[in-house]
Each structure stands twice: as C-alpha cells, then as structure tokens.
Nanobody, 123 residues
Framework: QVQLVESGGGLVQAGGSLRLSCAASTLTFSHYAMGWFRQAPGKEREFVAAISWNGDETNYADSVKGRFTISRDNAKKTVYLQMNSLKPEDTANYYC????????????????WGQGTQVTVSS
C-alpha cells in the first residue's frame, strides 16, 4: 500500500514561487512513476506534471510548461513540484499521484492519490 503526503502549499502573490513536496511511504518508491494533478473549485481535475521512475522522462501540461518543474529524490522517497511565476489561475488543490505505470497524463493511470495541498495565488 502506498501512502502519499503532500506539503508546501499556501498563499502566495502572483509572480511568486512555491515548492510542493510529496513523501511516499513505500519501500519500492523508485519503481513508481509520480505526478501532480490539481482541481480548482467548480472545475474538473487536470493533469499538471509527471515524472518517470528514474527521472529520465517528464511530462507537463501546456499551461505550466516553462514555469513548473517536477523532480524526484528516490533516496528520500519524495517528489517535488517547483512552481514559479505563479498566476491566479494556478489556484487549486494539488494532488500527488503514483503508479507503477506512467508517467501518463490521464488520471486513470494513477492508482494512488494523496489528500492534497491547497495553493492559492492572489492577484
């Protein structure tokens, strides 16, 4: 069983930065592709970024490409999402995801989800 715990969310002004972290509780973390999704109130959940088990492959939503960077540290069993140049439209609850498949863009790819961390960007 994989447990994912996100941290690092908060309130930031537009143009600012935040770094989200997701700590995993499985000994086989290095076998899993990891990713981030987000969901804003009244909107559908959307893909943000994903990374392969060894970090060699990454995928980004067009809306965050060039501003967000996903990375991982297999020794620490942690995946990160560095978010720069934040915009009010980035406001959402951000979820960490994991699966042995991936790094896909579909939420159906991922069988393990964290509880989420809220990111709010003020204008």
């Amino acid at each position: 069983q994989v447990q994912l715990v996100e941290s690092g969310g908060g309130l930031v002004q537009a143009g600012g930065s935040l770094r989200l972290s997701c700590a995993a509780s499985t000994l086989t973390f290095s076998h899993y592709a990891m990713g981030w999704f987000r969901q804003a109130p009244g909107k559908e959940r959307e893909f943000v970024a994903a990374i392969s088990w060894n970090g060699d492959e990454t995928n980004y939503a067009d809306s965050v490409k060039g501003r967000f960077t996903i990375s991982r540290d297999n020794a620490k069993k942690t995946v990160y999402l560095q978010m720069n140049s934040l915009k009010p439209e980035d406001t959402a609850n951000y979820y960490c995801v994991a699966d042995l498949k991936g790094p896909g863009r579909s939420s159906r790819t991922y069988g393990h989800w964290g509880q989420g961390t809220q990111v709010t960007v003020s204008s």
